[in-house]
């Protein structure tokens, strides 16, 4: 099995800064594209950054120039650095990675149980 485990989330004032972390472990060969996804109430959960295993990225519009996505593959951890944080940032974030078992086989899509988030004065 493979396990994904957010950490580092939390309250937080706006323009604030908080770090999130994601670490797989289990059975992995490797990880390809690792992401962060949020879901605030009554919303889609939607894609907030991605990054491949190279280490090219992407962003939402929305968190452009804020947030930052890295990973460490060694560790086969992925990280969310969120700046200049907003109220509108309020949502649980998830994480989400496409694994590979072994040599042969193919890359499932696995996602972690959330971390909640809250930017508030």
């Known amino acids: 099995q493979v396990q994904l485990v957010e950490s580092g989330g939390g309250l937080v004032q706006p323009g604030g800064s908080l770090r999130l972390s994601c670490a797989a472990s289990?059975?992995?060969?490797?990880?390809?594209?690792m992401r962060w996804y949020r879901q605030a109430p009554g919303k889609e959960r939607e894609l907030v950054a991605g990054?491949?295993?190279?280490?090219?990225?992407n962003y939402a519009d929305s968190v452009k120039g804020r947030f930052t996505i890295s990973r460490d593959n060694a560790k086969n951890t992925v990280y969310l650095q969120m700046n200049s944080l907003k109220p509108e940032d309020t949502a649980v974030y998830f994480c989400?990675?496409?694994?590979?078992?072994?040599?042969?086989?193919?890359?499932?899509?696995?996602w972690g149980q959330g971390t909640q988030v809250t930017v508030s004065s």
């Open positions: 289990g059975s992995i060969f490797d990880i390809n594209a």
């Open positions: 989400n990675a496409d694994v590979r078992r072994g040599i042969l086989s193919p890359y499932r899509n696995y």
């Open positions: 990054i491949t295993s190279g280490g090219s990225t």
